[in-house]
C-alpha cells in the first residue's frame, strides 16, 4: 500500500523517534502529498525505530482538535469506543457488543457508547507487523449464538528478520460463554508455514505475504458460506512479483475471492470447482484482483462488492461474479500495467477479448484517491438519496463516497458523491445492528457511529 511505490527503509536508522512520528503523521493524513513518501509510517520501516504506541499517540495529538467529519445536514457523528493502537477492522457481536482487530494481533470486545474494553484474542507472540501486516480483518459467526465462532485472517511472524517474507492464515476461534481469551484455533485456509508461497507449488494451502498486499475481508453469505477476499502477496510494485502473477491463476490462492463452507472446503458449483472440496481451485470464485482490503455483498445479488487498492494509477470499486477476472496484474483500473505488460501471462490475456474480464464499477485515479476502503450498503433508516447506496472510503484521503449499484448485473446508476469529508482514515465501514452506519478510523484510533437525525 505504498504511495508511489517509495520506501524510505535505509531512513530509519538516521532519524529520531520523534521526528518519524512527525513524518508518520503528515504521510497518513495525506498533508503535503507531493512531499509526502509513504501512505503510513509502518510501510516505510518506521517500525524499526517508533513501537506502534508512539505513533499512534502523534496521531492522536495531531487528530485530537481536529472537528468530527464533515457530514451532510440532518447527519450526526458520535466516537463509541477510542484509544486503539492501529486498528484494522470491526464486527458485531449479537446484542452489538463489537470486536475490534488492531494491527499488532490483538482483538478486542467493547460496547459501543461504554468505556472500558477487554482482550478476546492475543496473537502478538506469533504475529508479524512489519509494513501493513498484522490481523487484517475480523468477522463473527452467522450462527455465534450458537457456536461461539470468530474469524480472522493474520499474518506469521517470520522465521528470520521482520521484514523477510512469510504467509498469512485465515482461522476460526471459540468465544468462552463465561469470558477470557478465545481458544480452538481452527485454520481455513493458509495451513502452509513456510517462508514464502513462491517455493511451493501454486496449488499449495498458502497464502503469500511476501510484503504487504494482504487483503482481507470475510463476508458470510446467506446459506453461511464464506466469501474471503486475498491479497497477491506483493507490494513492491518496482520489480515482477511472482505472486502477483499467480493472481491469474485459479490454482493459487494469491489475490483471489474465494467462497468456502465454514469448514474451509470449497463450495460444489464454485466456477473453477474440479470435484475435490480441498483443492485451492474449488475455492476460488473470482482471480486478477491485487489488493483487495475490503468486501461486502450485495445482499440482494450475493454478488461481492470489493475495493480493491491500486498501485501507481487507480483505486477500484470492483463487483466480482461468479468466474470474474479483474485483470491483475495485466490491468490497473482500466489500463495495461506497464511492468507486467510483457509477461507471458498478460501477453496471453492481452489476446482475448476484452469482453472476458469484469472491469471496474468505480476507478478512481491518483491523486484524487490513494487508498480505497470498500464498503457497505446503506442503513435503512438513511433517506433519498443516500437509501440503498453503497458508502466506501479512502483511508488517506479521509472521505467516504456513495454510488448506487444496479441490482443483478452490478452497474452503476451514475456518478459516486461525497458523504463524509475529513474523516481520519477510515479502514472499515459496516451497519451495525442498531441500523446505523459504523466506521473505524485509523488515524483517531476511535470507532465512529452516523445517525440520520433529520
Given at each position: 500500500m505504498q504511495l508511489r511505490n517509495t520506501r524510505l527503509l535505509t531512513a530509519a536508522g538516521r532519524i529520531g523517534p520523534g521526528v518519524l512520528i512527525a513524518i508518520a503523521v503528515v504521510a497518513v493524513?495525506?498533508?503535503?502529498?507531493?512531499?509526502?513518501?509513504?501512505?503510513?509510517?509502518?510501510?516505510?520501516?518506521?517500525?524499526?525505530?517508533?513501537?506502534?504506541?508512539?505513533?499512534?499517540?502523534?496521531?492522536?495529538?495531531?487528530?485530537?482538535?481536529?472537528?468530527?467529519?464533515?457530514?451532510?445536514?440532518?447527519?450526526?457523528?458520535?466516537?463509541?469506543?477510542?484509544?486503539?493502537?492501529y486498528p484494522t477492522d470491526f464486527a458485531f457481536l449479537p446484542g452489538g457488543d463489537v470486536l475490534v482487530a488492531v494491527k499488532n494481533g490483538l482483538v478486542y470486545r467493547v460496547t459501543p457508547g461504554h468505556p472500558?474494553?477487554?482482550?478476546?484474542?492475543?496473537?502478538?507472540?506469533?504475529?508479524?507487523?512489519?509494513?501493513?501486516?498484522?490481523?487484517?480483518?475480523?468477522?463473527?459467526?452467522?450462527?455465534?449464538?450458537?457456536?461461539?465462532?470468530?474469524?480472522?485472517?493474520?499474518?506469521?511472524?517470520?522465521?528470520?528478520?521482520?521484514?523477510?517474507?512469510?504467509?498469512?492464515?485465515?482461522?476460526?476461534?471459540?468465544?468462552?460463554t463465561r469470558g477470557g481469551p478465545a481458544t480452538h484455533e481452527h485454520v481455513?485456509?493458509?495451513?502452509?508455514?513456510?517462508?514464502?508461497?513462491?517455493?511451493?507449488?501454486?496449488?499449495?494451502?498458502?497464502?503469500?505475504?511476501?510484503?504487504?498486499?494482504?487483503?482481507?475481508?470475510?463476508?458470510?453469505?446467506?446459506?453461511?458460506?464464506?466469501?474471503?477476499?486475498?491479497?497477491?502477496?506483493?507490494?513492491?510494485?518496482?520489480?515482477?512479483?511472482?505472486?502477483?502473477?499467480?493472481?491469474?491463476?485459479?490454482?493459487?490462492?494469491?489475490?483471489?475471492?474465494?467462497?468456502?463452507?465454514?469448514?474451509?472446503?470449497?463450495?460444489?458449483?464454485?466456477?473453477?470447482?474440479?470435484?475435490?472440496p480441498h483443492a485451492n481451485r474449488s475455492k476460488v470464485w473470482a482471480i486478477g484482483l491485487r489488493n483487495p482490503f475490503r468486501l461486502t455483498l450485495d445482499q440482494r445479488s450475493s454478488i461481492p462488492i470489493i475495493g480493491?487498492?491500486?498501485?501507481?494509477?487507480?483505486?477500484?470499486?470492483?463487483?466480482a461474479p461468479p468466474g470474474a477476472n479483474l485483470g491483475w496484474p495485466c490491468y490497473e483500473g482500466v489500463a495495461r500495467e506497464a511492468l507486467y505488460s510483457k509477461t507471458a501471462a498478460c501477453v496471453s490475456?492481452?489476446?482475448?477479448?476484452?469482453?472476458?474480464?469484469?472491469?471496474?464499477?468505480?476507478?478512481?485515479?491518483h491523486p484524487s484517491a490513494d487508498v480505497v476502503v470498500g464498503g457497505t450498503f446503506s442503513p435503512a433508516g438513511f433517506p433519498p438519496p443516500y437509501r440503498g447506496a453503497y458508502f466506501f472510503g479512502d483511508w488517506t484521503r479521509g472521505w467516504v463516497r456513495y454510488v448506487h449499484i444496479a441490482p443483478g448485473d452490478a452497474r452503476i446508476l451514475g456518478r459516486p458523491r461525497v458523504f463524509a469529508r475529513r474523516a481520519p482514515g477510515p479502514v472499515a465501514l459496516h451497519v451495525g445492528p442498531d441500523g446505523l452506519l459504523y466506521y473505524l478510523n485509523l488515524n483517531s484510533g476511535d470507532l465512529r457511529r452516523i445517525a440520520y437525525v433529520g
Open positions: 493524513l495525506g498533508i503535503g502529498t507531493a512531499g509526502a513518501l509513504c501512505k503510513l509510517a509502518l510501510n516505510c520501516g518506521y517500525g524499526h525505530v517508533a513501537s506502534d504506541a508512539e505513533i499512534l499517540r502523534g496521531l492522536q495529538q495531531a487528530n485530537a482538535n481536529a472537528p468530527k467529519a464533515s457530514l451532510p445536514p440532518g447527519f450526526r457523528e458520535d466516537v463509541v469506543a477510542n484509544g486503539f493502537t472500558g474494553r477487554h482482550v478476546v484474542l492475543d496473537l502478538r507472540s506469533r504475529i508479524a507487523t512489519f509494513d501493513y501486516r498484522g490481523i487484517m480483518t475480523v468477522a463473527v459467526s452467522p450462527t455465534f449464538a450458537r457456536d461461539r465462532r470468530f474469524y480472522v485472517l493474520y499474518v506469521l511472524r517470520p522465521r528470520g528478520h521482520e521484514d523477510d517474507t512469510t504467509v498469512a492464515r485465515f482461522s476460526s476461534f471459540v468465544l468462552p481455513l485456509v493458509g495451513s502452509v508455514t513456510a517462508r514464502t508461497c513462491s517455493t511451493l507449488p501454486a496449488t499449495a494451502d498458502c497464502l503469500p505475504s511476501d510484503l504487504d498486499h494482504d487483503g482481507a475481508q470475510a463476508a458470510f453469505a446467506r446459506d453461511g458460506t464464506i466469501f474471503l477476499a486475498t491479497g497477491d502477496g506483493g507490494g513492491h510494485d518496482t520489480r515482477i512479483e511472482p505472486t502477483a502473477l499467480q493472481a491469474q491463476n485459479p490454482n493459487s490462492l494469491s489475490g483471489k475471492i474465494l467462497h468456502i463452507e465454514p469448514s474451509g472446503d470449497g463450495v460444489p458449483g464454485n466456477p473453477w470447482w474440479n470435484g475435490d480493491d487498492v491500486g498501485a501507481n494509477l487507480f483505486e477500484e470499486v470492483d463487483a490475456l492481452y489476446r482475448k477479448p476484452r469482453s472476458g474480464l469484469t472491469w471496474p464499477l468505480v476507478d478512481l485515479s
